[in-house]
């Protein structure tokens, strides 16, 4: 072959070499966009089969591994968010407490502590602080399923000091936080759905599952019969009061960390504990301890976040209210933004696992999503929701917000629909 020849092979074979190179860093470039493509008709393909493909259904999802935006459905539409709207209220709560925190509950008597024969002269006061745990040792082992504030250890408490007698009654402080037993706007209803708030409660104002009007006059009472079952003789009856000055600190009790407190109500998702976080953030964050004060400080904490502030209305901590009102991307945008922050592995922790426990623990069972996504679920009668995190099947890590509202809304429909969402993107490979 001549040398003209031989450099003309040559020539050619770089130039196959180049197209074959060109090819291949093409496909590859093609390969995730063909991904998300194909996950954006199956996302369509998912709410068209069950009906759900209409204005009142909003679902974003975002790539945190590549930080890509892979599917979008009236993400900016402002709708109820249900449960959702826990959270903010959990999210907020860790942010400007700490996941750490404690909330305490302090024993006061009006004069000093007992004489030498272990008298009280003068009543005793319970000062609540908005603790939404304090409880029976009862309550905890049935209903919360963590150990936390007992009212048994006042009693215990006294006992240690010595006291035989109170010469006086027992009072109970709960100006704390307003005296709104419920959040103005929520259904008659919803008395079933959430305990009477006051900064001073017991059992979550539901002994044995029934609702007391007045749940600090209950902590009175129950401690006044607790101390009397003791040997401890109390001479005065249990009223509302206030901590005098001047008075002695006796006894304060703490509750479990917050991260437990949030834990619970995530997984069951609990309105009153969300009740009572918000009205605490009002009062040492806001304004005061009222619901309103809560949702302010709620609403400066998604905008520190990059959460655009028109798509956002909170009316309570819960999700209760039928006026609340996010957008899926708002809801994404929160998510996001808390995987940036030091105490992320503890927040996701509190949210239900699919197919293990919380309010998912029966859905998504036998799907690449068990044990693997994790959300908040939402249910009211016009909406369902669920937001949260969950793996692909190529390890990227998604954040996803559905919120299906309608007064039609068929409840178990969306329920399916959002299970199909779920799976669906716990198996793509975006």
């Not at 939404?132 to 399923?145: D, K, Y």
């Not at 044995?208 to 007045?214: C, H, K, P």
Request: net charge positive.
């Amino acid at each position: 072959m001549s040398s003209r020849n031989a450099a003309a092979v040559r020539a050619f074979r770089c130039w196959v070499a180049a197209a074959l190179l060109a090819l291949f860093v093409g496909a590859s470039a093609l390969a995730p966009a063909a991904a998300r493509a194909d996950l954006r008709s199956s996302l369509d393909h998912v709410l068209v089969r069950y009906h759900l493909a209409q204005p009142g259904t909003a679902v974003r999802v975002w790539n945190l591994d590549t930080g890509k935006h892979l599917y979008g459905r009236n993400g900016h539409t402002l709708l109820v968010p249900a449960s959702n709207q826990k959270l903010v209220t959990s999210a907020t709560a860790f942010a400007r407490w700490g996941v750490e925190h404690r909330f305490r509950t302090e024993l006061w008597s009006v004069r000093s502590g007992p004489d030498a024969s272990g008298v009280l002269h003068g009543s005793i006061i319970v000062k609540g602080y908005g603790d939404p745990s304090l409880s029976s040792t009862r309550f905890q082992r049935r209903v919360l399923g963590y150990a936390t504030s007992d009212i048994a250890h006042f009693v215990r408490a006294l006992q240690r000091r010595g006291v035989t007698a109170i010469r006086g009654r027992v009072l109970a402080d709960e100006s704390y936080f307003d005296n709104a037993r419920t959040v103005a706007g929520w259904k008659a209803s919803f008395v079933a759905e959430c305990g009477p708030l006051s900064a001073l409660s017991l059992d979550q104002g539901t002994p044995g599952g029934r609702r007391v009007a007045e749940p600090a006059v209950y902590v009175a009472n129950e401690l006044r019969t607790r101390l009397i079952a003791a040997g401890i003789t109390v001479t005065g009856g249990a009223r509302l009061g206030a901590v005098p000055e001047g008075a002695t600190l006796l006894h304060t009790e703490y509750s479990a960390p917050l991260r437990r407190i949030v834990r619970h109500m995530n997984k069951r998702s609990d309105n009153f504990t969300a009740e009572m976080l918000i009205k605490g953030l009002g009062k040492e964050f806001g304004r005061g301890g009222t619901t309103t004060a809560g949702a302010v400080v709620e609403r400066a904490f998604l905008v520190d976040c990059g959460v655009d502030v028109a798509e956002v209305r909170l009316r309570d901590g819960s999700g209760l209210h039928y006026r609340n009102r996010l957008s899926a991307a708002a809801v994404a945008r929160l998510l996001r933004e808390l995987t940036t922050r030091e105490d992320f592995s503890v927040y996701q922790a509190t949210l239900p696992l699919a197919g293990v426990d919380g309010t998912l623990r029966w859905r998504m069972r036998d799907t690449p999503a068990a044990g693997n996504l994790r959300g908040k679920t939402g249910t009211l009668s016009i909406a369902s929701s669920l937001s949260g995190y969950v793996t692909t099947a190529n390890g990227q890590k998604l954040v996803f917000s559905v919120l299906m509202n309608g007064s039609s809304l068929d409840i178990a429909t969306a329920r399916r629909a959002q299970d199909a969402i779920g799976a669906l993107l716990a198996r793509s490979r975006p």
